[in-house]
C-alpha cells in the first residue's frame, strides 16, 4: 500500500509568488491535516480537511489556504509569499477523524528567496 | 490554550545505555489526548503511541515505554538499550479531539543522537 505522497519534494519560489502544494493520501484514507515544520517555531497546525470540507484550522493568516477533492487528495496555496514562509510543510492522513494514528508524508521543502 | 514543553533539546548517549525523553503539557481540557512521534532525517512523522487522559497506566511495547502521570502533567517516553537506529527528533503532541488527524499542538522536539 502506497504511503502518503507530496509533491513536489522541493521547491524555490520568489517573494511575493504563490504556490501550490499536493498531498495524495493512503488510499481509502479521508481525513487529511497540513502542518508547518520551521527552525524557529516548530510543528504548526495549518488545517484539516474532512470529505472536502475544512474542519479546523490554525493560527494562520488569509493566505494560506486549501482543499480537499473528493478523490481525498489535497492541496495547499500560499499567495504572496513571504520569506518566513520557508519551511518543511507536512501532510498527514487517516480513514477517519477520531482514527487513533496518522500517517505523515515526507513533506514539501519549500524555500523562498 | 494548550503547550507542551520538551525541556530536553539534545541528548545523545551510546549504544545500549538507557534514555528518557520528557514531556510537559497544559490543557484546560478534562479530555485530552497525548502522542509520542518520532522523526528520522527523512523526515515524515512516524506515529508511536496515543494515550488519553483516562489512562494512567504505563505502557510498554518492546524497547519502549511511556509513563503518564496526571498529577504532574508528564508524558515520559524511555528508550531501553538505545540503538543508533533510534537516532531522530521525537515529539511529543497534545490534542483535544480523539483523532491523531485533529489539531495536534506539538512540543519543540528532541534530537536524540545514539552513538556506537
Known sequence: ?113 | AQKVTQAQTEISVVEKEDVTLDCVYETRDTTYYLFWYKQPPSGELVFLIRRNSFDEQNEISGRYSWNFQKSTSSFNFTITASQVVDSAVYFCALSEAIGANSKLTFGKGITLSVRP
Open chain 1, 1 to 113: 500500500k502506497a504511503g502518503v505522497t507530496q509533491t513536489p519534494r522541493y521547491l524555490i519560489k520568489t517573494r511575493g509568488q504563490q504556490v501550490t502544494l499536493s498531498c495524495s493520501p493512503i488510499s481509502g484514507h479521508r481525513s487529511v491535516s497540513w502542518y508547518q515544520q520551521t527552525p524557529g517555531q516548530g510543528l504548526q497546525f495549518l488545517f484539516e480537511y474532512f470529505s472536502e470540507t475544512q474542519r479546523n484550522k490554525g493560527n494562520f493568516p488569509g493566505r494560506f489556504s486549501g482543499r480537499q477533492f473528493s478523490n481525498s487528495r489535497s492541496e495547499m496555496n500560499v499567495s504572496t509569499l513571504e520569506l518566513g514562509d520557508s519551511a518543511l510543510y507536512l501532510c498527514a492522513s487517516s480513514p477517519h477523524r477520531e482514527y487513533t494514528e496518522a500517517f505523515f508524508g515526507q513533506g514539501t521543502r519549500l524555500t523562498v528567496v
